[in-house]
């Protein structure tokens, strides 16, 4: 079955604790990108990846990092979580930037 | 730069009514996409929709209808015969087909509630 999944679905942890959040696709996409949904502002998207070893900033990437070492792997790391980062995020994939992007389940993360 | 407006922000109607879902987008580019997707209360995003900016043909799926006119820059989604299942956030969004940066641009939303 085609999908993007993302790990963990929740967490909970507190405020400079390192986490990542993990994003992999079955579909041999080249496109994958990382969005944060707040309520009132839609999604927005956080950083993008055109390929392997190809990443750049989208609307709000300030305190989020992301490699892409493989085509099917796009991990989102925060390195020092802040409060203003609790929020729910969507890893999405495509076959190419402006083909459909489809969506992994979210994962709620909430930083105390 | 490109803009989505979700101009309703929520709409709430009765079980059988026809509802449309407003969206209006700003952008400069002359190729471009438009998307609907759906949130319903589990979370997940669905996909629903892709028009290209070439193509202004309406669509119809079923109960759903999407009315795309450039000359308004609109992509307005209609479900008709509504049901308690259509309750959901619904999303507008735009990609650019000629600059580079950024994959789609979300409108914020608009939440349907169908009352039984």
């Known amino acids: 079955e085609a999908q993007v999944t993302q790990n963990p679905r929740y967490l909970i942890t507190v405020t400079g604790k390192k986490l990542t959040v993990t994003c992999s696709q079955n579909m041999n996409h080249e496109y994958m990108s990382w969005y944060r949904q707040d309520p009132g502002l839609g999604l927005r998207q956080i950083y993008y990846?055109?390929?392997?070893?190809?990443?750049d900033k989208g609307d709000v990437p300030e305190g989020y990092k992301v490699s892409r070492k493989e085509k099917r792997n796009f991990p989102l790391i925060l390195e020092s979580p802040s409060p203003n980062q609790t929020s729910l995020y969507f890893c999405?994939?495509?076959?190419?930037?402006?083909?459909?992007?489809?969506f992994g389940p979210g994962t709620r993360l909430t930083v105390l | 730069a490109q803009k989505v407006t979700q101009a309703q922000t929520e709409i709430s109607v009765v079980e059988k009514e026809d509802v449309t879902l407003d969206c209006v987008y700003e952008t400069r580019d002359t190729t471009y996409y438009l998307f609907w997707y759906k949130q319903p209360p589990s979370g997940e995003l669905v996909f629903l929709i892709r028009r290209n900016s070439f193509d202004e043909q309406n669509e119809i799926s079923g109960r759903y209808s999407w009315n795309f006119q450039k000359s308004t820059s609109s992509f307005n989604f209609t479900i008709t015969a509504s049901q308690v299942v259509d309750s959901a956030v619904y999303f507008c969004?735009?990609?650019?087909?000629?600059?580079?940066?950024?994959?789609?641009?979300f409108g914020s939303g608009t939440r349907l509630q169908v009352q039984p």
């Open positions: 990846s055109m390929n392997v070893e190809v990443t």
């Open positions: 969004a735009l990609s650019s087909g000629d600059t580079g940066r950024r994959a789609l641009t």
């Open positions: 999405a994939s495509s076959r190419t930037r402006t083909d459909t992007q489809y």
